[in-house]
Structures are given as structure tokens and as C-alpha cells.
């Protein structure tokens, strides 16, 4: 298997900016983690490096990441298979993160920033 290191997390929590109505935050965030990776890699490898990773054990319950864990957020890691993911381009991660963020309004332009 691909070996693959952690090297940072950034953590956007939509509550830490100042929505107007003081509910537009949703309970939502943006959890990003970027990891190294052999520069001769394929993309199949990637991705079960990744799932295979200790830091894709997190079901954001507020735990954190268990290395034992058996969950990715809600999902259950032996349901999530590497080959079900499907390659977009940089655009449609824009426009789908966009949509997503937007969903309850308009953003606050200091998390506008962050994202």
C-alpha cells in the first residue's frame, strides 16, 4: 500500500464568524486535512491510503480521531470503498462547497475569507 504522512489539519468552524440572524453557523464546518504523498502515486492508491489512515477515523462526534475507530463521520469505514469516489475537477469542488456553505444565506465575509 501507498504510505502516506499527516502533515496538517485546518479546522473552519462556521460558528466562529458573526452571521447576522446569530444561526446562519448551522452547527456546520470545514475540517481539511493534507497529507504527503510519494510524488509516483495513482489515484486508486491515494485514496486507500487515505481511508486506510488514522486520521480518516474521526466521526466528528468530539472525539477526535481514534486510530482504533471503526467510523469516518457517520459513515461506517467498512462500507466507505475507495473505488466509489469519483474524480471531479477543481471547479465543481468550488461550486459544490459554495452551494453547500451558502445554503442557510449569505456568508460573512471574514468566513468567505477562511474558506
Not at 444561526?23 to 504527503?36: E, I, P
Not at 486508486?44 to 475507530?69: I, K, S
Not at 469505514?77 to 469542488?93: C, F
Request: net charge negative.
Amino acid at each position: 500500500m501507498t504510505e502516506i504522512d499527516f502533515i496538517d489539519r485546518t479546522f473552519v468552524n462556521f460558528r466562529d464568524h458573526p452571521f447576522s440572524d446569530g444561526q446562519g453557523h448551522g452547527f456546520r464546518w470545514v475540517d481539511l486535512k493534507a497529507f504527503r504523498f510519494p510524488q509516483d502515486s495513482q489515484d486508486p492508491d491515494l485514496l486507500t491510503a487515505v481511508v486506510a489512515h488514522e486520521q480518516f477515523r474521526d466521526d466528528y462526534a468530539g472525539g477526535g480521531v481514534d486510530p482504533d475507530g471503526s467510523r469516518h463521520g457517520p459513515y461506517w469505514l467498512h462500507a466507505v470503498k475507495p473505488d466509489e469516489y469519483q474524480s471531479v475537477s477543481k471547479v465543481e469542488t468550488a461550486l459544490v462547497l459554495e452551494e453547500w456553505a451558502n445554503q442557510y444565506g449569505c456568508l460573512p465575509d471574514s468566513l468567505e475569507d477562511a474558506l
